[in-house]
């Protein structure tokens, strides 16, 4: 485990001509985004891209799909130095609508459930990896969205664990911080 301070030094020491991508994983509700937006507040010329607007809805968020849209859209033409614009999904239309585009950064933080999976990997300069018990994040994901969700989050967390066993994004974390309180 690493302290905020210590893991905002080690990544302010990283030195790269292009965007240094950081990938911030973990389980469901255990302060991924929390954290993002508080690095991008520290690490000047920061951009957070949430997994939340990549996901395909409720229905295989973990797939494939994901996978090679993400590295099409984002990944590619982050590491070719080119402009990154990605659909992103609205989970109330239950559809991908208006597009975002992402600045020239110094520091890309793609945050949220598989943002250091296998694919990945050799896109990212950094991954993080929230611990948290995932029965505490199953409940702040209740507690923030809504009982409405909790049967889609049921199915989700199968998703995850079947995701995270295949995986291993936790194993190879350059830095692990805990998400629990």
Not at 37 to 61: E, F, Q, R
Not at 63 to 88: D, G, N
Request: charged share 25%; with cysteine.
């Amino acid at each position: 485990m690493i302290d905020y301070q210590n893991l905002l030094r080690e990544i302010n020491s990283i030195k790269n001509e292009s965007t240094i991508l950081i990938a911030i994983d973990g389980v469901a509700g255990s302060g991924k985004t929390t954290l993002a937006l508080k690095l991008a507040h520290d690490l000047p010329g920061s951009s957070v891209v949430h997994m939340d607007d990549l996901y395909d809805g409720w229905n295989n968020p973990l797939s494939q799909k994901l996978t090679a849209r993400v590295i099409a859209q984002l990944l590619e033409p982050l590491s070719k130095q080119l402009p990154v614009s990605y659909p992103m999904f609205d989970w109330k239309l239950n559809r991908f609508t208006e597009f975002k585009t992402i600045p020239k950064s110094n520091y890309l933080i793609l945050e949220g459930v598989g943002a250091a999976q296998r694919e990945f990997r050799p896109y990212i300069n950094k991954i993080i990896w929230v611990d948290c018990d995932p029965d505490l994040g199953f409940q702040r994901v209740i507690d923030r969205d809504g009982k409405q969700v909790e049967q889609e989050m049921i199915k989700f967390l199968i998703d995850q664990n079947n995701h995270f066993l295949t995986e291993l994004s936790k194993n190879v974390a350059d830095y692990t911080l805990n998400g629990a309180p």
